[in-house]
């Protein structure tokens, strides 16, 4: 079956310093890759996702890679703000007609200024 | 636009009482997904219907679960009888079409349920 590791949190980072979250996959077939993000009382969003191997998504300064040799997909940016405070899953979806996402346990970040 | 909004955005029942979660899908999409969130851990995928239809639902925990869209929109997830395993976030999302590795799922801010 389809299943998402990714690292434990909280990590707690000051601003302007480099975040890494790691993320890797067990999938049958050819998954698509996804970053989600849950902000303080929000509802889950997507903030980026890649859909074939060495496949690079980015947004609001974030990106992540698809590594199909390494079966990862580790989310990076180069300088945090306390805006970017959240809970972030890693997830993959398999083809099949429709998304059926798996999901990560979520990692909390949280900058301190 | 609106998005996805489900309602109540929190429920309290005793043991063994019947609820039911509401999910107003953004107008037009196809698809509508329902997923439960436990505390601490991601969202895992109850169910799903393209239009009317519910066309997977392997991942309802028990016969007590029940999910319904009789007209293509809203849906309803009924629980029977819940148990306090049944304590979770109930997130509901929909997406315009039926791709699987281009559509953008889009969740509605999910309903509390707590079971004492």
């Known amino acids: 079956g389809n299943s998402v590791t990714q690292m434990e949190g909280p990590v707690t980072l000051s601003e302007e310093a480099f975040l890494t979250i790691n993320c890797t996959y067990t999938?049958?077939?050819?998954?698509?890759l996804f970053w989600y993000v849950q902000y303080p009382g929000e509802g889950l969003q997507l903030l980026l996702k890649a859909t074939k191997a060495d496949d690079k998504g980015s947004n609001k300064g974030f990106e992540a890679t698809y590594r199909k040799e390494t079966t990862s997909f580790h989310l990076e940016k180069g300088s945090v703000q306390v805006s970017d405070s959240a809970v972030y899953f890693c997830a993959l979806s398999t083809a099949g007609g429709y998304q059926k996402v798996t999901f990560g346990t979520g990692t909390k970040l949280q900058v301190i200024p | 636009g609106a998005g996805v909004s489900q309602s109540p955005r929190y429920k309290v029942a005793k043991r063994g009482q019947d609820v039911a979660l509401r999910c107003d899908p953004i107008s037009g999409h196809v698809s509508l997904f329902w997923y439960q969130q436990a505390l601490g851990q991601g969202p895992e995928f109850l169910t799903y219907?393209?239009?009317?239809?519910?066309?997977?639902k392997s991942g309802l925990p028990s016969d007590r679960f029940f999910a319904e869209r009789p007209e293509g929109s809203v849906s309803t997830l009924k629980i029977q009888r819940t148990q306090q395993e049944d304590s979770a976030v109930y997130l509901c999302?929909?997406?315009?079409?039926?791709?699987?590795?281009?559509?953008?799922?889009?969740f509605g801010p999910g309903t509390r349920l707590t079971v004492l």
């Open positions: 999302a929909s997406s315009l079409g039926t791709s699987g590795s281009t559509d953008t799922q889009y």
């Open positions: 219907f393209q239009n009317e239809a519910q066309l997977d």
């Open positions: 999938a049958t077939g050819y998954p698509s």
